[in-house]
C-alpha cells in the first residue's frame, strides 16, 4: 500500500474515533451514533479508494462487532439474500454470452442495420450497448463492445468527432441501459433486496423493468441528439461488416437459455429473483458452455464484497435508529417540501456517483433516501426507485463509471470531451427520474 | 535537424507532426501509453468486470494505441521517420529519451511546463503557414552566449523559408553590434518585449509558432 493510501485509510479510522468519542446526540443510541459513523468511514473509503471496493466492504461488515453494535452472526447474516444469489447467476449468464461469442453477432447484426450514417451509427451503438445492459452488467458490456466499436472506428482519426462521438456513445448507451433491468448493474438488485429487508416491499423482475424501462427510453434519444449536436460527427463510411455466419450450437444453446431464464424471471414471481437465474447458470453447465475454470474468470468479487458492506449499512442504519434520526435532522433543515426533497436526493446521488461506483453511491443515499421518505410520509418505494436510477448516471468524470475510463483510454477522445456531454446528459437523467417519480410512477399506480 | 515529437492522447501533437517533414532530417515519434491510465483502468473496473472482460481491455488498449502509432508513422511521407512504443509517464519518458538520443529539436503544440526542465530546445506548434520568424531577446548583455541559439532559430526559420526578425531592447551598444550580423534587427521599447515574450511562452497565441531555447 503507498503512503498516500495508508494516510486515507488513518483518516478513515479517525473518522470513526471521531464518532465514538463525540457525545451521543438526544434520541439516538450509540449504535446509532456509530452506525452513523460508519456511514462517513465508507463513504470516505469509497471516495477516496484507500483499499480496493471489495475489501472496503469486508471492512464495513467487520467493523459493527468489534464496536459491539451487533453480534458477528448478524452482520454476516446480512449477506445470506437472495440479491448477492441473483448477481452470482447474472455473472455467470454473462460468461455463457461472452463464451459463446453471441455478443459478436449482436453487435455485428445491429452495427450493419445502423451503418448507414454516421448520425445513425452513433444512434447504433447507443441501441446495442444499451440493449446488450439488459442482460450483462453494464461495465462488461463496455469491455466486450470495446474491441468491436474500436474495430469499427479503426479508419477514424484520433480527435475527430466521429471517434469521439462513437466511443462516448459506447459508453453512454450502456450505462443508460443498465437502468432498465436488474441485471443491467448490481445497485438494481441491491436496491430490491434493500426494500425487501427493510420495508417488506418486494419488487419482482418485471416490477423492476416496468418502472425503469421508461428512463432507458427517455435517455436513449436525448443522448443521441446531445452527443451529435455536441460533437457533430463528420461523415463515416462504417466498413463493411461480415456477416458471423450460421449460428453456431453454442449460440442458439445461450440464447435458449438465456430466454427460458428471462422468461421465468418475468412469469414466476414466487420464485423471486435469484432462482431463474440460478437454474440458467446450471443449464450453461449441462449443456457444456462453461467449465468451472470459466466461472473463477467470471466473478468480480469485488462486487459481491462490496455488497456485504452496502448491505450491513442498510440494515445496521435501520435497525440502529440511525436512518430515521438522520432523516428527521434533514428533514429539519430542508423542510418537507416532497419535490424538493426528490430534487435534492436526486442531485447528491448523481453527483456522488460520478466520484464514487455506482454500487457505493447507491448503498450510502438509499438508507438516507428512504428514511427521508418514511419520516416524511412520502412513497419509500417511489424515492429508492428514484436513488437507484440516478446512482446508474455518471455520464461526466472518467471515473463517474468504468465504461467512460476504458473507452477513453482508447484515445478517441479527451477528457473535456466527455464533461461536455456528461453534465447535460447528467442534468436531463435528474430531469427524467424527476417526471417519473413526480407524474409517470404515481400514474402506474406505484405508491 | 533530428526531431522528436512525443505524442500522448491528452497531448497529441498534430501540428508538430504535420510540420515535422518540413523542419526535420531525421523524426523520432514517442508514442506514449501512459501508464497511469492503464492503472486506472485497473483500479475502476477490476473490482466489477470479470477478469476474461479486464484482460481483454488491456490487450485492446494497448494494440489500438499501437496501431495509432504506426498510424502516424506512415501519415509522415518521409523516409527518415522511427516511432518508439512505450507505455510510461509523459514527462518522465521525454526527459528519459531526450538524455538517451539528444535530439536537436522537441516537438509539441502546446506549453507544457513539465517540459521546461528538459534541456533540449522546444518548439510549440499552434499549426498554420509561417511567414515571419520573430525573434526576442529582453538583454543583449549576454549576447555573446546566446549566439549559438540564434544561429539555431535562423536555421530553423530557413527551412521554413520565413523572413526573420531579432526583436531586442535597446541600451548596450556593444551587444548590438555582435547582434547585427545575425538578422534583420527591430527595436522595442523593453516593457513590450517582456510582455510579449511572456505571453508568447506562457500561452502560445493560435497560428503562432513558439520556440523555447
Known sequence: ?447 | MRCLIPVHQENYAINSLKRAPQLCDETTILYILDKKLIEKVQSEASYILPSYALDNVEEFIINIHRQEAEKIKKSIKKEDVEIRFLVGEYYESVERETLKTSPDLLMCDSYLRGLLNIATPIWIDRGGEIKECTMVINSLKRIKSITHSIEFARKICERLHASFYIHYAPGDSEGLAALKPLGKIVSEVRGELLVFSRDATLKVPQQRCVLLL
Request: proline share 4%.
Open chain 1, 1 to 447: 500500500m503507498n503512503e498516500k493510501k495508508l494516510a486515507y485509510l488513518l483518516i478513515a479510522f479517525f473518522i470513526l474515533a471521531i464518532f465514538y468519542f463525540i457525545p451521543t446526540p438526544d434520541r439516538l443510541s450509540y449504535h446509532g451514533k456509530m452506525m452513523l459513523g460508519i456511514l462517513v468511514f465508507a463513504a470516505f473509503l469509497f471516495i477516496s479508494e484507500a483499499l480496493p471496493l471489495g475489501m472496503a466492504g469486508l471492512l464495513v461488515m467487520a467493523i459493527p462487532p468489534i464496536l459491539g453494535i451487533f453480534p458477528p452472526q448478524e452482520v454476516f447474516g446480512f449477506f445470506g439474500n437472495e440479491a448477492v444469489f441473483f448477481l452470482i447467476g447474472a455473472f455467470i449468464l454473462a460468461a455463457g454470452v461472452q463464451k459463446s461469442g453471441m455478443h459478436r453477432r449482436i453487435a455485428s447484426h445491429m452495427l450493419r442495420i445502423f451503418g448507414k450514417s454516421s448520425k445513425l451509427y452513433i444512434l447504433g451503438i447507443l441501441v446495442l450497448a444499451s440493449s446488450m445492459s439488459f442482460i450483462i452488467s453494464e461495465h462488461a458490456v463496455v469491455a466486450l463492445l470495446l474491441p468491436i466499436i474500436g474495430a469499427s472506428l479503426i479508419t477514424v482519426e484520433k480527435g475527430s468527432n466521429m471517434g469521439k462521438a462513437g466511443m462516448i456513445s459506447l459508453t453512454y448507451g450502456a450505462t443508460a441501459g443498465s437502468v432498465a433491468t436488474l441485471m443491467g448493474g448490481a445497485r438494481n438488485p441491491y436496491t430490491v433486496a434493500y426494500l425487501a429487508e427493510n420495508y417488506g416491499i418486494h419488487l419482482s423482475f418485471l416490477d423492476w423493468s416496468i418502472m425503469a424501462l421508461p428512463v432507458t427510453l427517455i435517455m436513449l434519444p436525448t443522448l443521441w441528439l446531445i452527443i451529435t449536436i455536441v460533437h457533430r460527427p463528420e461523415r463515416f463510411a462504417p466498413p463493411k461488416i461480415k456477416s458471423e455466419g450460421k449460428m453456431s450450437r453454442q449460440e442458439m444453446v445461450v440464447l435458449g437459455i438465456i430466454l427460458f431464464t428471462l422468461t421465468i424471471l418475468l412469469i414466476v414471481r414466487s420464485w423471486g429473483i435469484a432462482v431463474a437465474v440460478i437454474i440458467g447458470a446450471v443449464l450453461l453447465f449441462v449443456f457444456d458452455i462453461l467449465s468451472w475454470k470459466d466461472i473463477e474468470r467470471s466473478m468480480p468479487w469485488g462486487i459481491i464484497l462490496l455488497y456485504g458492506g452496502a448491505m450491513t449499512l442498510g440494515k445496521g442504519l435501520q435497525i440502529t435508529g440511525a436512518s430515521q434520526w438522520l432523516s428527521s435532522s434533514i428533514i429539519g433543515v430542508i423542510g418537507e417540501n416532497p419535490y424538493l426533497i426528490l430534487l435534492i436526493l436526486l442531485i447528491i446521488t448523481v453527483l456522488m456517483t460520478e466520484i464514487m461506483s455506482h454500487a457505493a453511491a447507491v448503498s450510502l443515499m438509499l438508507p438516507i433516501g428512504a428514511g427521508i421518505a418514511s419520516v416524511s410520509g412520502m412513497s419509500v418505494l417511489v424515492i429508492s426507485m428514484a436513488i437507484a436510477l440516478a446512482g446508474g448516471f455518471g455520464y461526466t468524470l472518467l471515473i463517474g463509471t468504468p465504461g467512460n475510463i476504458m473507452t477513453y483510454s482508447t484515445g478517441y477522445f479527451k477528457q473535456k470531451d466527455m464533461m461536455k456531454t456528461g453534465v447535460l446528459a447528467d442534468l436531463v437523467g435528474i430531469v427524467a427520474v424527476f417526471i417519473m417519480a413526480v407524474w409517470l410512477w404515481p400514474l402506474m399506480g406505484v405508491v
